[in-house]
């Protein structure tokens, strides 16, 4: 088949390499023009394992990137762009609805079109704000000549090859057979390789824009509520991971996000919260949990700090933070708990010194006057505080580097670091 992709961020440029993989011929538009060039030198836009390898086999060749609407052929198009929060948490919708209207004029004439909606809209969206607009640019008619869907999306950073390729479930929502026809065919030749697992969800275009929010709000939510229960856990001296552990074993709970820590970030779960809440008010549903589900989250980065302020008074002195990135696996720092950390740091008057394996680039635009250092060792160097704020594998390996730190006081808010002899060691959870 031939497929296009609208859109060469994150979902884009994921879903395009793959139907190249898969045996589609694809065209990515997209309007920045150094990321076609990557595309088509065969280079990865962006950071994800695995993605370099497809792009170098494909990209130029089955899988074309351009930034001309008009090279768009066949007779299916993937939106796959961002829909970010506005100041109120409702999502702007600007850069679909623009994408909407270049590929209206782009396929007018040109015979029957299968439009899919990738990006994650509120319930309503596809049919009642793109939809009118591809149709009317195209002079088309929805049902008739222009068929439309919506196919979520839930794959996660630095897996994003992995889950898209087995993915749990496939969501496609439509009201038209023609458009549920075409995304079997597109999907047939993963669903065929993926494993027995994978579900395929036909259903309508209101439920699969509502899936995705309900499973990130759950996701978030189950994240909250296990982050509370190690809040409470702390004040009895309980440790937090041991009960998650056990109640894991409940079937019905699953062992999944319930590592209870500083809480989450990144460029999903934060906007879709805010949009479904947004979206909930503007129908008059007071969201009440997902409210507290997002106070949780904010409360986290100011208990470290709490806990903190318990072993010292760190003005005027030096303080690592370790993990900048949201999580580990990603330079992506969007909404990444280190923000209010590092915010706090600097309101008590501490020297930060602070150090990520691939975030620091991104962040130094954020913090362009805090101290970076170039490997775990240096940022504890003389520290008399460190604050470890993402997950990742190497900080479970410091040992003897706690011993050049001016006192050792670690304050852990993802339980990685080994407790150990002659460390002042405190923890989020326990
Ligand atoms: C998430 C969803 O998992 C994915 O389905 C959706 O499409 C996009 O949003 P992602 O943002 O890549 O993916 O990250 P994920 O691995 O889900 O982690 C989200 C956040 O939760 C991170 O900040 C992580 O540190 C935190 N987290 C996760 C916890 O604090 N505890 C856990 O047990 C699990």
């Known amino acids: 088949m031939h497929i296009n992709v609208v859109g060469s961020g994150y979902i884009g440029t994921t879903i395009a390499a793959w139907f190249a993989e898969i045996g589609h011929d694809v065209t990515n538009v997209d309007i920045d023009e150094s990321v076609v060039a990557a595309i088509n030198d065969g280079r990865a836009p962006i950071h994800e394992p695995g993605l370099d390898e497809l792009m170098a086999a494909h990209g130029g060749e089955t899988l074309v990137g351009t930034t001309d609407y008009d090279e768009i052929s066949g007779d299916v198009t993937f939106l796959a762009l961002p829909t970010p929060s506005k100041g109120d948490g409702s999502i702007d919708l600007s850069a679909m609805e623009a994408a909407a209207e270049s590929l209206g004029e782009a396929i007018a004439g040109d015979g ?13 969206t596809t049919r009642e704000r793109v939809a009118p607009i591809v149709a009317e640019a195209a002079d088309m008619t929805v049902g008739e000549d222009l068929h439309v869907a919506m196919n979520p999306e839930f794959l996660r950073e630095g897996y994003a090859l992995e889950d898209f390729k087995n993915p749990d479930k496939i969501v ?7 458009a549920f026809e075409t995304l079997a065919d597109v999907y047939d030749p993963l669903m065929a390789a993926a494993a027995d697992e994978t579900a395929y969800v036909e259903t309508g275009l209101r439920e699969a824009e509502m899936i995705k929010y309900a499973n990130n709000a759950f996701l978030a939510t189950k994240i909250s509520l296990i982050n509370e229960i190690g809040n409470i856990c702390k004040e009895y001296g309980v440790d937090a991971y041991e009960v998650a552990d056990a109640i894991a074993l409940d079937h019905r709970i699953s062992e999944q996000f319930l590592r209870s820590g500083l809480g989450w970030g990144g460029s999903c779960f934060p906007k879709d919260v805010a949009a479904i809440r947004a979206a909930a008010r503007e129908r008059g549903y007071e969201p009440e949990l997902l409210d507290a589900t997002v106070a949780v989250n904010d409360k986290q980065p100011e208990r470290l700090l709490g806990l903190l302020d318990e072993h010292r008074d760190v003005a005027g002195e030096r303080v690592a933070v370790l993990g900048l ?4 696996g990603t330079d992506d720092i969007r909404y990444t708990r280190a923000i209010p950390v590092i915010e706090g740091l600097q309101s008590r008057g501490a020297e930060v010194v602070a150090y ?4 620091v680039e991104n962040m130094r635009a954020e913090f362009p006057d805090i101290a970076y250092a170039d490997g775990a060792a240096a940022a504890l160097e003389g520290a008399h505080a460190a604050l470890v704020v993402t997950d990742w594998d190497e900080f479970a390996a410091l ?4 011993d050049a730190m001016a006192d050792p006081v670690v304050i852990d808010g993802r339980r990685v670091v080994e407790r150990r002899e002659g460390i002042t060691y405190d923890g989020l959870t326990w």
């Open 112 to 124: 029957e079109h299968v439009v899919v909606v990738k990006s994650t809209v509120v319930p309503g």
């Open 172 to 178: 496609v929502g439509s009201e038209d057979s023609v």
């Open 325 to 328: 990135s949201f999580k580990p």
């Open 356 to 359: 990520d394996p691939v975030a």
């Open 399 to 402: 040992d003897s580097e706690f």
